[in-house]
């Protein structure tokens, strides 16, 4: 990678501070795939900072750098991507492994995601389901213990505790793991 001449000494540290931040993220890449990454980031500087006037240098690749965001946050997805490919061309166990490793928790997250927004569905399918049968839909106990929540073909011996206030318990919690689901994907979409 040819570094970008710049010519105040600020952007030469803010600069070359960006691209060892880089180079940390990308160091378990193959040579080729760093190169290629760093060459594509270093592009898109000097495309940026082409146009800038010298005493604007700093600001212009401040402004920049902000655009790009933390290399932390936005190459966690590209690199773990790019090692997954390299896993899949060289059939490397320790490729592999190193590409499970990053992988994984991207996975983690988009399952519990899934989970949450399947829960939360199920849940809103109770609310028409108490009105259609009040009967067999709610909070049951048998005696002084738990015995179902939900939708319940035989509810003999057992006894529905919420009665109506099942269908407001029913709507809050739903708007809770819901709001809960979007909070965690903008969150998420941030980091990226």
């Not at 190169?35 to 000097?46: D, G, Q, R, V």
């Not at 059939?91 to 928790?105: E, T, V």
């Not at 009040?134 to 505790?161: H, R, W």
């Amino acid at each position: 990678m040819i570094k970008i001449p710049l010519n105040n000494k600020t952007s030469v540290k803010v600069y070359e501070g960006y691209i060892r931040r880089v180079q940390r993220m990308i160091k378990i890449l193959s040579e080729e795939n760093q190169k290629e990454l760093l060459m594509e980031i270093n592009s898109h500087i000097h495309e940026s900072l082409k146009k800038s006037e010298p005493e604007n240098e700093t600001n212009e690749l401040l402004d920049t750098l902000e655009r790009l965001g933390e290399p932390e946050d936005f190459l966690i997805e590209m690199v773990a991507d790019r090692k997954m490919e390299q896993a899949a061309k060289t059939g490397n166990p320790i490729d592999l492994l190193q590409a499970l490793r990053l992988n994984i928790g991207r996975g983690i997250k988009h399952v519990l995601l899934a989970i949450l927004y399947f829960f939360s569905f199920c849940l809103t399918l109770l609310v028409p389901l108490k009105l259609i049968f009040p009967n067999n839909v709610g909070y049951f106990k048998q005696g002084d213990a738990f015995a179902s929540f939900g939708y319940i073909s035989d509810n003999e011996d057992l006894t529905e505790v919420l009665g109506w206030w099942f269908i407001p318990m029913i709507i809050g919690i739903v708007f809770v793991l819901y709001y809960g689901i979007l909070w965690a994907l903008k969150t998420q979409i941030k980091y990226k």
